[in-house]
C-alpha cells in the first residue's frame, strides 16, 4: 500500500508544482525562495540524479554542489516540513508535506494551529517579545482589540520558548467557572492550584495559606518559597483572556497590583527572576483600573495590529490566489482595513469559489453578508451605550479627522473601530463606514418613535 500511494505521489506532484509551492511557502518562515542552483539541485534529485551528474549537466563543481549549495538547500526543506530531510528521503518527505499542505482548508475561525500553513508569521513582534522573555524577571503584555491575533502569537512564543528549554504554561482564564470569580481569596487559590497541577507540584497550598495573613501575601509565598523554588528550569507564566477577571473589578484590582509586584520582585529577589510573565487581553472592556494598581503600565507593550498590504498578498499566496496586479488586494484592504479576521474569512470563502469578489465587496458591509457575526457584536454594545454610537456617528459623518472626548475615542479605538491620530478619529475601515452610517440611524430612527 506504501508503495503504490508513493507511486501515485510521483504522479501527481510535477516538478514545477512543487517548485512553485515551496517557493510560495518559505519567506512565511522568513526563508528566502530557492536560488537558480538551488532549483537544479533540487530538480534534479526529483529525478533521482546524482549530485556528480548535476554537477556535469549544470557546469558547476561537484564540491560545491555536495559541499555548499545542496546542504543549504536541504536545510531549507528540514525548517520547511519541520523533519530532517536528506538527499535520500527528500522525495518521499517533500511530496508526503506537499499533499498534506494541498488538502482543503479549515474555516478560519479562532486561533490558527502552530502547524497551519495560513499564520502569517509578525516577524518583528515575535522576535521583540521572544526578546524581552530572556530578561530576567521579565512581564509583556500583548493587547489588541478580539479576533486580531493575540492568542496564535502567544502560542508560538511558548512553542519557541519550550524549545529552547523554558518551561512554559499557558492558562487561558475563561476555562475558570463563574464561582470562582466570587471573591478574591476563592479566585488566588483556584489561581494557585492550577499552576501547581501544571508543574506536576504536589498541592501544599494550606501550608502557605494564612486567611490572617491574606490571601494576596499568602499567593504569594505560595509562589516564592514553593513553587518558584521547586523548579529548576525559567518558567515562562502566560496568561491568556485576562479581561475575564474584569467583570468583577476588585478581584482585577487585586489580581493585577499582585502581577505588578511580582514583576518589581524580579529586581531585587533571585528567585522571582525565574518567573517571566505574559499577560494578553482585549482592549474591547474599559476598566478604570488605578496606574499603581495595574501591571498594564509597566513591562513590555506589545499592541497587535493590522496586517500590512504585503502580508495580506502573503495571505492569498497560503490559499493559492494570485494578487499579484495589486487591485484586488488594494479593494479588500480598503474594505477591511488589514483587520486579520476578516482578511482570512474574505480568501478563505474567495478561495473556495463560495462568492465572487465584487459580490463579497457589495454584501460585505450589510446583516447578510461574511461579517455580519462580527458586526453584530460591535453593534450590541453601541445599543448598549447611545453616547458612544453618537461619538461613532461623528466620526462617520464627518469629512476629516476629528476630536473626540478621550473616553469616548479611548473605547472606540480599543474596539477597533477608529484609529486616532494626534487624537483625532477617523474610522478604521469602510466596512465599518458603510455598515455603521445604516445601522446607526436606524438606531436613531428606532428610538424616535419610542419617544413619540
Known amino acids: 500500500m506504501c508503495k503504490e500511494r508513493t507511486k501515485d505521489l510521483d504522479i501527481d506532484l510535477d516538478i514545477n508544482v512543487v517548485l512553485e509551492t515551496i517557493n510560495l511557502r518559505l519567506p512565511q518562515i522568513s526563508y528566502s525562495p530557492l536560488s537558480i542552483i538551488e532549483i537544479q539541485i533540487l530538480k534534479g534529485i526529483w529525478r533521482d540524479y546524482t549530485y556528480n551528474q548535476i554537477a556535469l549537466e549544470k557546469n558547476y563543481s561537484c564540491s560545491y554542489i555536495t559541499n555548499i549549495v545542496a546542504p543549504s538547500l536541504l536545510k531549507k526543506l528540514s525548517c520547511l516540513i519541520d523533519q530532517k530531510v536528506s538527499k535520500r528521503n527528500c522525495k518521499t518527505l517533500v511530496q508526503k508535506f506537499l499533499m498534506v499542505w494541498k488538502e482543503k482548508p479549515l474555516f478560519p475561525s479562532g486561533v490558527i494551529s502552530l502547524n497551519s500553513r495560513y499564520y502569517i508569521r509578525r516577524s518583528d513582534i515575535e522576535n521583540k517579545i521572544y526578546a524581552e522573555i530572556q530578561k530576567p524577571g521579565a512581564l509583556v503584555r500583548i493587547t489588541s482589540p478580539q479576533e486580531m491575533g493575540k492568542t496564535s502569537v502567544l502560542l508560538r512564543l511558548l512553542d519557541s520558548a519550550n524549545k529552547s528549554g523554558y518551561h512554559t504554561i499557558y492558562f487561558n482564564l475563561q476555562q475558570l467557572d463563574e464561582e470562582v470569580f466570587s471573591d478574591v481569596s476563592t479566585f488566588l487559590r483556584c489561581f494557585c492550584l492550577n499552576i501547581t497541577h501544571e508543574l506536576g507540584l504536589d498541592l501544599k497550598l494550606d501550608d502557605y495559606w494564612d486567611e490572617d495573613l491574606g490571601c494576596k501575601a499568602s499567593c504569594n509565598l505560595y509562589f516564592q518559597n514553593y513553587l518558584l523554588k521547586s523548579i529548576k528550569s525559567l518558567l515562562i507564566l502566560a496568561l491568556d483572556e485576562v479581561n475575564q477577571v474584569f ?8 489580581f493585577f497590583s499582585l502581577l505588578r509586584f511580582w514583576y518589581e520582585k524580579a529586581k ?37 495590529g493590522s496586517l500590512s498590504l504585503e502580508e495580506m498578498v502573503e495571505l492569498a499566496k497560503c490559499y493559492e490566489l494570485s494578487w499579484i496586479d495589486g487591485e484586488k488586494v488594494n479593494l479588500l484592504m480598503t474594505m477591511v482595513g488589514g483587520h486579520p479576521a476578516l482578511a482570512h474569512l474574505a480568501i478563505y470563502y474567495l478561495s473556495q469559489e463560495q462568492i465572487t469578489f465584487e459580490e463579497l465587496l457589495k454584501t460585505a458591509p450589510t446583516s447578510t453578508g461574511i461579517y455580519a457575526n462580527h458586526l453584530n457584536r460591535h453593534q ?31 473605547k472606540l479605538n480599543s474596539m477597533g473601530l477608529i484609529k486616532l491620530s494626534n487624537n483625532k478619529a477617523v474610522i478604521s475601515c469602510q466596512l465599518y463606514r458603510d455598515y455603521f452610517q445604516q445601522a446607526l440611524k436606524e438606531m436613531s430612527n428606532f428610538s424616535t418613535s419610542k419617544d413619540l
Do not use: C, M
Request: aromatic share 6%.
Open 380 to 410: 450590541e454594545k453601541l445599543y448598549e451605550d447611545s453616547e458612544l454610537a453618537s461619538a461613532l456617528n461623528k466620526v462617520i459623518v464627518a469629512t476629516e479627522p476629528i476630536l473626540l472626548e478621550p473616553l469616548q475615542a479611548y
Open 268 to 304: 531585587t529577589t533571585l528567585v522571582w527572576q525565574k518567573l517571566r510573565l505574559v499577560v494578553t487581553h482585549s482592549t474591547e472592556i474599559y476598566v478604570p483600573l488605578q496606574l499603581k494598581q495595574s501591571p498594564f503600565n509597566v513591562g513590555l507593550p506589545i499592541q497587535l
Open 247 to 254: 467583570e468583577n473589578l476588585k478581584i482585577a484590582k487585586e
